[in-house]
């Protein structure tokens, strides 16, 4: 007597490595106003990422400008708010290969301009066991639309296509001492896409929507040279 176990609709091709590396340049001017009860911090960052061949995204370029204010209500409450816009070209291809202006006019555009808005908010609560200790939320809005001038049926993914992103991230540190904390986190990202392409508004979301809660515990280690 044989037997067997089968696992129906898996092939090994299932399960890609989806990976990629990114080089970031970044520059930030800050200035305190208002006794210092007030800060202000302008940046920018220039960004390259290198997708690996299994992403529908492919390589592309990224430029993003922002600020973000800090203000103290008190000795105990700090609140923010910021904007950034983000503008990434997508360059079409993941590498330098034999590939000609056709091909690549042929593939899939990821091309868009993104707003980002972000509030939050720090609270130092009193001591626990004498241990220091604070909670820090923040709450983003994001806006993204892709740029894209090819036809439905050439780049389905990307033609007509808007997302709406809502982020929230919270941790909760605990100062054991000044080189060990703990941090306890909750973040709960969701993405909503949508078309203007009304026939392949079903599709879009199917490959594209998706939310994602992350819980942990991280032990945080200060090495001093």
Known sequence: MMIGL???GYTPETYQPYEFSKDSYNVWFQQYLFKKKTRVRLYFSYMKYFHNEHYTEYDCDNNLYGFRVYQLLSKSIR???GYKYVTSDAKGIDEANDITEDDIANRGDATYKEHIYSVG?????PKVFGL???INITGQYQKRFYQTDH????DPLHAGRYDSNIRIYSRYNLIIHSYLSLTAFFNWIYRDTETTAELNRQYVSNEKDYSQYQIGIKINYRIKF
């Open 151 to 154: 036809f439905l049926e050439l």
């Open 79 to 81: 609140v923010d708010a």
């Open 6 to 8: 089968s696992k129906f």
């Open 121 to 125: 908010v720090a609270v130092k609560f």
């Open 132 to 134: 220091r200790n604070d």
